[in-house]
């Protein structure tokens, strides 16, 4: 069973940085592609990053530049650095994985998901 924990989340002003983690129970992260989406109140999950087996990685328009996603294998963590933070990022934050490795960018593209984490952008 696939078990994935984020963590990280908190306030943070307008410009600053936050770094989320992620801790998956699986037998090897490689074998799967791993993608960071965000939900905010009101309105529907969206992709923002994924990282896949040879490390291919894409992002969203919204946050390219500003976010980067990374992984550590041994650790069996994916990362999400967030800079230059805008309200607009606020969300709740939820990391996930596909056996597949399709590195889709729909929430249906992923099997399993983490339990989220807030980060709250203040102006």
């Known amino acids: 069973q696939v078990q994935l924990v984020e963590s990280g989340g908190g306030w943070v002003q307008a410009g600053g940085s936050l770094r989320l983690s992620c801790a998956a129970s699986?037998?090897?992260?490689?074998?799967?592609?791993m993608a960071w989406f965000r939900q905010a109140p009101g309105k529907e999950r969206e992709f923002v990053a994924v990282?896949?087996?040879?490390?291919?990685?894409n992002y969203a328009d919204s946050v390219k530049g500003r976010f980067t996603i990374s992984r550590d294998l041994a650790k069996k963590m994916v990362y999400l650095q967030m800079n230059s933070l805008k309200p607009e990022d606020t969300a709740v934050y939820y990391c996930?994985?596909?056996?597949?490795?399709?590195?889709?960018?729909?929430?249906?593209?992923?099997?399993?998901w983490g339990q989220g984490t807030q980060v709250f952008v203040s102006s």
């Open positions: 996930s994985a596909d056996p597949r490795q399709r590195n889709g960018v729909r929430p249906i593209d992923y099997d399993y």
């Open positions: 699986v037998r090897a992260l490689s074998d799967y592609s």
């Open positions: 990282i896949n087996w040879n490390s291919f990685r």
